[in-house]
């Protein structure tokens, strides 16, 4: 009732003040919806009708985050950890999907003042905590030389706002990684604060909750405090490609091509690419493998690791990687009605087991697609309705053209959807059951053998199921 959640909330603040938290803002206060709107990327999670937390606590320090999970357990509310509040389906910052769909009376934890990047230039690795955007990570590996030409750089998505918490928890796929795999395959060790509030390094939460951590996807296993990562080499030169092809199916993939040749809704195409090397190598490596595009020297700009990064983030200078005004902007950008993603797989990707991280698109796949749609604001239910269920028949259109039994899933790409839906029960009251998560979501995420082993690391370092959302991995 709300009187009980007034007691909650209560017990909370008197337990942050008690610990020495100051930094965080209770629901109803002056400030609070500015810090909880601050860094949602799903504007449909912060509509009016969706449940919204007690408090929002933004710890400033390891020890204020390791009091912040005990305080919220103490008060009895849910956790929900977030960094870059990029979730696809608003995880880290809603109750929303699970069997306490809306009910359950939360608090967010939002690691975004936990921002800090040390690379140590020489072993070609940094220690980054959780709550910095990828952006903040590329511009501290990037002025780890002096000469601010970097040569190396991290793994890890374009998009520069995505919090470095969630992403490498899921994986973490970005321009080079068919050169230099992902993220979390480039983690060397971890700092976790668990349910009880402890500090666990790789040693300490031993190697099934350090494999689980590195793809198994975000909020199942604790709060990741900090990363260390593994940096990797760039030449000083790269060059990135973005031709826009519009109306022409030469030079599209197959699947596109069905996709037109149905007359929906896609007449445009952007590539986007980045080579590691020079503008003629770029153009001459680009003309013999991919003529089709007809690649012009006009659309290919040389540049340094960090500027492509900055490039293909769609920013327009290196130093918007690390400011957050930058989130703003991306905000208001304009994006298209419909459109599908490929992201290529494969590369230095498929060197890996399966089963070497939880994330098991390795060998075999070609691509992730990505299916997305937009509105503005101002559009109406039966507009934003239809839009939605374009993109669900979108999905189902393409079930014929990829991959089966069953049809994978990248669980950075969360979709709720992915539970079955049944009309009188909703979408989510199964998903409690390991059976059912197993064979919906798990095995699309993770393969059955990954999920299963997700499933006893879980069982191991959170037995209370103190971090749960709707799809965070069920105890045994
Ligand atoms: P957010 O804070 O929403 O967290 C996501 C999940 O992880 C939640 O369940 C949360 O509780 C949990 N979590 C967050 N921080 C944690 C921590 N420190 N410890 C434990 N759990 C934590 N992906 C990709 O691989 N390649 C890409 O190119 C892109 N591009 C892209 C563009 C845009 C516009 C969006 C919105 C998303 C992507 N993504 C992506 C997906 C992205 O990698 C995914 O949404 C990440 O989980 C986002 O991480 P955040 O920290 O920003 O999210």
Redesign the pocket.
């Known amino acids: 009732s709300p009187r009980d959640n007034g007691v909650r909330a209560r017990s909370l603040s008197t337990c942050l003040l008690a610990s020495g938290v100051r930094n965080f803002s209770m629901a109803g206060s002056p400030g609070y919806a500015t810090i909880f709107d601050f860094s949602i ?1 799903n504007l449909r999670f912060a509509a009016p009708g969706i449940r919204k937390p007690e408090a929002v606590v933004l710890p400033t320090s390891r020890r204020g985050l390791q009091r912040a999970v005990l305080c919220a357990r103490s008060a009895s509310l849910a956790i ?9 389906e608003g ?2 910052y809603t109750v929303s999907g699970g069997v306490l769909d809306g009910k359950a009376p939360f608090v967010v934890i939002d ?1 975004m003042n936990l921002n800090k990047v040390r690379v140590h230039a020489a072993s070609a690795t940094a220690w980054a905590e ?1 709550g910095a955007t990828l952006g903040e990570v590329y511009h501290a590996v990037a002025h780890s030389s002096p000469s601010n030409r970097s040569s190396l750089a991290l793994t890890a ?3 520069s706002t ?2 470095l ?3 490498i ?6 321009p080079v990684s068919r050169k230099f795999m992902l993220a979390a395959d480039n983690v060397l060790d971890a700092l976790l604060v668990d349910a009880v509030g402890r500090v666990l390094d790789r040693r300490a939460m031993g190697e099934d909750v350090f494999w689980a951590i590195r793809g198994g996807g ?2 199942s ?1 604790g ?2 405090y900090a990363w260390k990562l593994r940096l990797v080499p760039v030449p000083d030169t790269v060059t990135v490609f973005t031709p826009r092809r519009e109306g022409s199916v030469d030079a599209m993939a197959g699947l596109v091509y069905r996709w037109q040749f149905e007359d929906r809704d896609l007449r445009n195409v952007a590539f986007t690419g980045l080579v590691l090397g020079p503008k003629e190598m770029a153009m001459s490596v680009l003309n013999e493998r991919f003529p089709e595009l007809g690649l012009a020297e006009a659309e290919v700009s040389e540049m340094s690791w960090v500027e492509s990064a900055a490039r293909l983030a769609g920013l327009s200078s290196v130093d918007e990687l690390h400011q957050q005004a930058a989130i703003l902007r991306y905000l208001s950008d304009g994006p298209p009605a419909g459109y599908v993603t490929m992201d290529p797989y494969g590369g230095a990707m498929a060197r890996l087991s399966a089963t070497a991280t939880p994330f098991p698109h390795r060998a075999g796949n070609l691509y992730a697609l990505q299916y997305g749609v937009t509105w503005d604001s101002d559009a109406g239910e039966a507009s934003v309705s239809a839009r939605i269920q374009w993109l669900r028949s979108l999905y189902a259109y393409m079930t014929p053209h990829v991959s089966s039994n069953p049809r994978a899933a990248y669980v ?2 969360i979709d709720i959807d992915l539970m079955g839906f049944d009309e009188s029960l909703g979408p989510v009251r199964l998903a409690s059951s390991v059976s059912h998560a197993r064979a919906t979501w798990g095995a699309a995420y993770f393969t059955v053998e990954n999920f299963d082993r997700l499933v006893r690391a879980k069982t191991r370092i959170d037995p209370a199921n103190v971090f749960y ?1 709707a799809q965070s991995i069920p105890l045994h």
């Open positions: 990327q929900r950890v977030r960094s870059g509040g990029h979730s696809y995880q880290s690691l959780s998505a374009s998009c995505i919090g918490g969630g992403h928890s899921g994986g973490g796929f970005g975000g909020g296993w709060v990741v950075n790409y959302n």
